[in-house]
């Protein structure tokens, strides 16, 4: 999956009630201070669309290198080599239009969502939420078969929609993710596009936050981006369960206007899915 090579690979923390205490990391952010109380807790790199020409600017300011290697597959996650626990995190992925006034993002359009894995290393004490996300190739996961956007507002196809998630493990399936609507996001449609224009224009260092313009600049302001909008709630077995050789993660966002949740059960089940009305991502973990 080179699709997105040139795409800057962006995600956000907290934009789903509950979902931060259930990963371990509400006291990761116990010092970020939010315009309210539901919103997110801030954004965050996974994927730097670096070029060689940037190397001497990119060591300035001590980008980490990690963040140059695209991590996204829509078939597999590589655990790291390192004993360490990893959870999956569905989560509706956005492919977005991006636009520039005077070096400052100016306008995010958002043209397809569908299945994504923000897929994280579970391990305390991490100076960045960027530490835990890219370990390498395949290490996240966005589905090959995308939906388009006819308008990020209310009235819209997205409306329609839900999503909910599954650990295939010796042969059982398990839910991995509650199944719940996308308008169920804290932040969503023009209140999520402004606060993530305002995020990423004033964004500072601190805490296990980055500063993302710099890193926009360094990348010579890409065109294009995946933004992760937050990953849902576990259900008692996702929130205990970490991510071993031989799983498969499957994510389904589905159009809950046309099918229901027991037929996206069957059709995991029998690994057969309905691409008309869901947007399907299964990872063999390796």
Known sequence: ???????????IAGNFALHLAQAGELE????IITADEAAPKGMFPFYLPLH?????LVSSFKAKAILKTYPLSSTTIKLPNKDVNV???PEVGLTCRLEYINNKLSKIIPTHFGAY???SIRVAGASKISDKKNWGEASKGISDNLIAIDKF?????MDNYSICSFLRRDGEVHSYGEDVE???YSYFYEKLLDWMINQINTQEDFGPLENLSEYISTCNNPKEAIISIGATRYTPYGESTFLKSSDEVIIVVYNAKNISH????QSVKNSSYDTDNMSVLAQKVL
């Open 182 to 184: 996308l308008t169920g």
């Open 153 to 157: 507002s209310a009235g819209g196809v």
């Open 1 to 11: 999956m080179d699709t997105y090579r040139d795409f800057l690979g962006l995600g």
């Open 52 to 56: 060689v020409e940037n190397e001497a």
């Open 28 to 31: 990761d952010f116990k010092d």
């Open 262 to 265: 027991a037929e996206v059960l």
């Open 87 to 89: 959870q999956a995190e």
């Open 117 to 119: 894995n923000d897929c």
